[in-house]
């Protein structure tokens, strides 16, 4: 018995899946087959993915062997890290009703849980990348679009080892440059270009 | 014919207005230049670029993307043949007979044939999306909801059968794609579904969001893993103009490809890399010249990249006539329409003629400037290889950032972005193609509407399905389509072909 643990893992997700479908759709009316309420498509498409994530599941116990990457013992503490870090996160700052609305408290969780994965070498292009997008948004409509810019390349940047302090500057000019070119100028994009607080 | 004509004459007048003349040149320039770039795609552009084309009318704006998507295909060759390096997944083969032309100091003439195959299979292929679309057209519309939902199930079934890897695997994202579409609004109750209270869901997830993050943001993290490797030109380009022997063998390769490459691409999950896969691997059988084959055969170079181009034009004939995307490309040109207003279907062609007749000849102008954009400028689209990726990376970034906040406005379409780049890059990881998952995603809630309505109909019977011919037909296809891929033969020889 070879195991084949990509598809193992596959089949396992596609369950997750369907299960956690499938007990979300039990407040939806099923109907019948002649009057399909908007719970009915939902229950035969969380059956069928249920169904192949077991068949997935069934066959990688017999079709491997197909082993996933080797983690070092950081990125394996690094990732139920992060996951904990942005639920708490996430609960503190929507229970101290701290920066409430616009979904702050969502991106703010975001951010942080990036960051914390990125603490494992292996994650920092996962991590760093994502933290970037997700300060981006939090940054965007407070701060206005160029201090997002700032923010999210030199995030993003610390993703890539080569990067050096003097080409991330003149990477962040062009691109503010750009932007202000393509996005306000020409296309106009409703978006504050400064700081909303000067 | 005499109404075809007339017909392709209202959309050069459409297509050549200067509005629609500069997008088609813009769409073909990014296009090359994203082709040329190794690490981003046509998906990950054309889902970059959706929130730009919103400001233009819908005729413009898929006019544009439609050059994105060919110009790409132009543009993978190039570096496919200097560099031995596939700029797109669709030039892969072309690195096998072009790169040993180029070192047996044929590059010019491979890029010639290149580019003059893919202008040849081009306009073949604009002309049949022409001739195909009412005929195709008039079909549809005797469709019931039952034949629909049957034609839809049976393109989800082909689109995963084609699908890189486990057949299964590829059917669980396209079912995992229909589910993400079922989140929102029930547009028969009004209910919500799936949307946690959260306003901004109840119009569904956004599109843009799933393509961008799958095809771009996680795309840029496994490059960013892959340490760069990156060749500078050696060879001299040479000659660009063939010899009368090299002419005369990839003439029949170029023919051969443009028939392959015309039919895969219509096929739903086609499209270009399909084509051009299966070009190579017949040219390698038929063709005059396959004993040269490993030595820089030209039919190697000439059949796949005709295939690929003329591929990426066909697979808009179910787009346009069905309302039903052919591959990841089409799932996303589904998704420009929609916001721009339009229901994509058979009634298109009626609907909007501008828009149907004048991107079909938009398609062969912009083959026309493909033309003249890539054979004496190669030098300096060869150029743009030297932009390291570090600084690559944070600009496609950032466009993402600022495209997806500008669909709505919202900073919600950014963090949703962020979850389905990281559900991207564990997909990935684990092989599971995320390319199935974009077509389920877009086909989903057509599906729904036309079962419930089907079930309706049949007051609740469900032979209905199997009692119309039409449908029965569909199914059938279908279900044989998934038993010959239990075929452990066939299955392998997939493989082989797709294996990159």
Known sequence: MKINTKDLLSGAILILLAVVGYWLNQEHALGNARRMGPGYMPMLTFWILGGLGLAVFLIALFSGPNPLDKWTKLEILAVPLAIAVFFITYFVFDALKLFTGNYYVLGSAMFVGCVVLAVAPGWRPLGLVHAGFALFGLMLEQFGLMLALVGCIVVASLADPDHRPKGVIGMIIFLCALCWWVFIKELDIRVPVWPQFL | ?500
């Not at chain 2, 051009?276 to 004993?291: D, L, W």
């Open chain 2, 1 to 500: 014919m005499e109404l075809l004509l007339q017909n392709l004459g209202h959309g050069f007048g459409v297509a050549l207005t200067i509005d629609n003349l500069l997008f088609a040149l813009l769409g073909c320039l990014i296009g090359t230049a994203i082709g040329v770039l190794p690490g981003i795609g046509p998906v990950a552009t054309i889902s970059l670029l959706l929130p730009i084309t919103f400001g233009q009318p819908a005729t413009t704006a898929i006019i544009m993307l439609a050059g994105i998507y060919y110009g790409a295909q132009y543009g993978g060759s190039t570096t496919a043949i200097l560099l031995n390096l596939p700029g797109e997944v669709s030039s892969v083969v072309t690195t096998l007979e072009g790169y040993k032309m180029a070192r047996n100091g044929r590059a010019g003439a491979a890029l010639t044939i290149a580019a003059l195959g893919s202008f040849f299979a081009g306009t073949v292929a604009t002309i049949l999306v022409a001739a195909s679309g009412p005929l195709l057209t008039s079909i549809a519309l005797s469709f019931g909801p039952a034949d629909y939902f049957s034609l839809m199930l049976l393109g989800l079934i082909i689109s995963a059968v084609l699908a890189q890897g486990s057949v299964l695997k590829s059917i669980g994202m396209v079912v995992f794609g229909v589910a993400l579409g079922l989140v929102g609004t029930d547009v028969q109750t009004g209910q919500q579904r799936f949307t946690f209270g959260v306003p901004e869901l109840s119009d569904g997830i956004g599109f843009v969001s799933i393509a961008m993050g799958m095809f771009g943001i996680a795309e840029i993290i496994l490059n960013l893993e892959r340490p760069e490797a990156r060749s500078v030109l050696t060879q001299k380009v040479g000659s660009l103009f063939l010899t009368k022997e090299e002419f005369r063998r990839a003439t029949p390769a170029v023919l051969r490809g443009t028939v392959v490459g015309s039919l895969l691409g219509i096929l739903p999950g086609g499209g270009a890399s399909l084509a051009s896969f299966g070009s190579y691997m017949m040219e390698r059988k038929v063709s005059r010249g396959r004993a040269q084959f490993g030595n820089g055969a030209i039919e190697g170079v000439a059949g796949p990249e005709s295939a690929n181009n003329a591929a990426s034009q066909t697979s808009f004939i179910p787009l346009l006539t069905l309302g039903i995307p052919a591959n990841a490309v089409m799932a996303l040109m589904v998704g420009a329409l929609i916001i721009q207003g339009i229901q994509p279907g058979p009634r298109m062609v009626e609907a909007q003629p501008d828009l149907f007749w004048g991107l079909i000849a938009s398609m062969w102008i912009g083959n026309l400037m493909l033309l003249v954009i890539n054979l004496p400028m190669i030098g300096m689209w060869v150029k743009l290889l030297q932009v390291p990726y570090k600084y690559l990376y944070p600009s496609i970034l950032v466009f993402c950032a600022i495209g997806v906040y500008s669909l709505n406005n919202n900073v919600f379409d950014v963090y949703q972005t962020v979850i389905f780049g990281i559900l991207g890059y564990i997909f990935s990881k684990l092989r599971m193609e995320p390319a199935p998952l974009l077509i389920g995603f877009v086909l989903g809630p057509m599906m729904e509407e036309h079962l419930r309505r089907a079930m309706l109909l049949s007051r609740g019977d469900a032979t209905v399905f199997i009692e119309r011919p039409i449908s029965a037909t569909m199914l059938g296809i279908g279900a044989v389509a998934i038993l010959a891929m239990a075929l452990p033969s066939l299955r392998k020889g997939k493989d082989k072909a797709l294996a990159e």
